[in-house]
């Protein structure tokens, strides 16, 4: 069962990573690269990492999403 | 039986996690991404605090309360952008 | 008493699965949102107090995950629910009162919170 | 274009996961090398976690240059977005939107409980997961609330310019002290081992970790605030 967990969140790993660069909204494409390091803060608990997942979880899915936010205010971009 | 309870318990999250990535990948608008994000980690949570129970390690247990003390700050933040505040 | 833990434990992983369901199936933002959070949040709660049964001398600290999820939750789904109201996202039909609105509009700036 | 891209990311990133996926299992053993830190951290430096005595002792010298990297990206932050407050300049009819007082009350409590939390992790690196960078990030996140829910909160640069190189010169002051009364730079024996387990042990190594607790802490939240205006 955890093999399958792994295959799991290493395909949603994926599946963010991509869909990321695949959307035009620029908002939608953050969230999912927030998504993405989420998840791969859960893959470094399962490699019995805690903590870079810590450091992960609190830099790659709070604080850059917030820098990207402002960036994207400071480009004028995200106003479809 | 109590282990095979807990094995079902791991199907039912393994869903849970295969159907917000499915809200994910469908979206619609970008409120959509943001809820599926938002439940993925609480989903998240119970999954690495069941991941300590099975490891047996307690220090996977802080790794939970990094998540649960501050997943909500990148939901709040898009949340503020959208209704176009600071 | 591990029967208990783990009794607890599926309980909180079967409304696990059905935030997950009605995130997929419901049919506007509004009702996601509510199925995403109600539900994972009762799960999740479920989930750690079940591993207390299992592990009485870890509760304290799962008893502080449990505070910080029901405290931080909630929060950032009513921002996320605000925001999608204030940006005007459609409705399901079915939905026939927009409370907020009308309140909004009998003040006559549309803004309230 | 975007497609093809797309596609060609998704084919080699497949065929990474692939090998890993194949060939996954647990290890059961750990390497020689691991298996001689498994042994040496705990007896010379008393410290339970191993992570952080290897980050704070043995690559200290390495720590040190990862703070220095990150001093250099919040000196360029400062130097590209430092300057006049740009913040009047919004278009006129959109003003912005105040946070609704929930959000407002709800940060109030979340604040302090994400703050003790972070000198939590930084006071217990050397026992559990944790240390000075994780910790760091944690503070500063507690920062990244405070301008999410109190836009009108202004932070004082200078006091935490200040803060900051104060923790950096006492973090090189430390290492001298080593060089002096101990083995080498960043040598944590100039403190007694004390117990092993306790709070207060394992040497220098939790001075160290609540100064680089400090100084990452204090420049993320800078960095933030001058994305901010």
């Known amino acids: 069962m955890l093999e399958l967990l792994v295959i ?11 869909l990321a660069v695949w959307l035009d909204n620029l908002m939608a494409a953050m969230v999912s690269a927030g998504l993405a390091s989420l998840f791969a803060a859960v893959s470094y608990v399962l490699l019995a990492a805690p903590d870079v997942a810590m450091a992960e979880a609190a830099i790659g899915s709070g604080l850059s999403t917030l820098i990207f936010l402002y960036a994207i205010r400071r480009t004028g971009g995200g106003r479809e | 039986m109590a282990d095979m309870l807990l094995q079902i318990a791991g199907v039912l999250i393994f869903f849970a996690i295969v159907f917000g990535v499915a809200r994910l990948v469908i979206g619609r608008t970008a409120i959509d991404r943001v809820v599926a994000i938002d439940m993925l980690t609480v989903v998240s949570i119970a999954l690495i605090a069941l991941y300590a129970h099975l490891s047996g390690r307690f220090v996977y247990i802080d790794v939970a309360l990094v998540y649960g003390l501050l997943s909500f700050l990148a939901v709040l933040a898009i949340a503020r952008f959208l209704e176009k505040g600071p | 008493m591990e029967l208990t833990g783990s009794i607890l434990v599926l309980t909180g992983a079967f409304f696990l699965f059905s935030a997950g369901l009605g995130l997929l199936r419901m049919p506007d933002t509004f009702t996601r949102i509510q199925a995403g959070t109600k539900a994972s949040t009762l799960g999740n709660i479920l989930v750690l107090a079940g591993l207390g049964f299992y592990h009485p001398d870890w509760a304290l600290k799962l008893l502080v995950v449990a505070y910080f999820v029901l405290m931080t939750n909630p929060l950032s789904s009513h921002a996320l629910s605000r925001a999608a109201h204030a940006i005007r996202t459609p409705m399901a039909p079915s939905t026939m009162v927009d409370a907020l609105r009308e309140e909004g509009d009998r003040q006559g700036n549309g803004d309230v919170s | 274009m975007k497609a093809a891209s797309s596609l060609l990311a998704v084919l080699l990133f497949g065929a990474v996961f692939a090998g890993i996926v194949g060939g996954y299992g647990e290890r059961e053993s750990v390497s020689a090398l691991a298996e001689q830190y498994l042994a040496m951290v705990p007896r010379e430096l008393g410290a339970p976690n191993v992570v952080t005595g290897i980050l704070i002792t043995y690559r200290g010298f390495d720590t040190l240059g990862e703070v220095a990297v990150l001093f250099m990206v919040a000196a360029g932050v400062g130097v590209l977005l430092g300057g006049k407050d740009t913040t009047t300049a919004s278009e006129p009819g959109r003003e912005p939107r105040r946070p609704s007082e929930l959000v407002g009350n709800g940060a109030e409590i979340t604040l302090p409980l994400i703050f003790l939390f972070g000198a939590y992790v930084i006071k217990n690196g050397h026992l559990s997961a ?97 994305f901010r205006n």
């Open chain 1, 8 to 18: 799991l969140i290493c395909g949603s790993i994926l599946v963010s990573g991509v």
């Open chain 4, 130 to 226: 944790g240390g000075g960078f994780q910790g760091g990030a944690v503070v500063a996140s507690g920062t990244m609330l405070l301008m999410l829910a109190l836009p009108a909160t202004k932070l004082n640069h200078g006091f935490l310019g200040v803060t900051e190189s104060l923790a950096g010169v006492v973090y090189v002051g430390i290492g001298i002290l080593g060089l002096v009364f101990a083995a080498g730079f960043l040598d944590s024996h100039i403190l007694p081992l004390g117990e092993f387990g306790t709070l207060i042990s394992a040497g220098a190594i939790p001075v160290i970790s609540a100064l680089l607790g400090v100084k990452v802490g204090a420049e993320l939240s800078v960095i933030i605030d001058r």
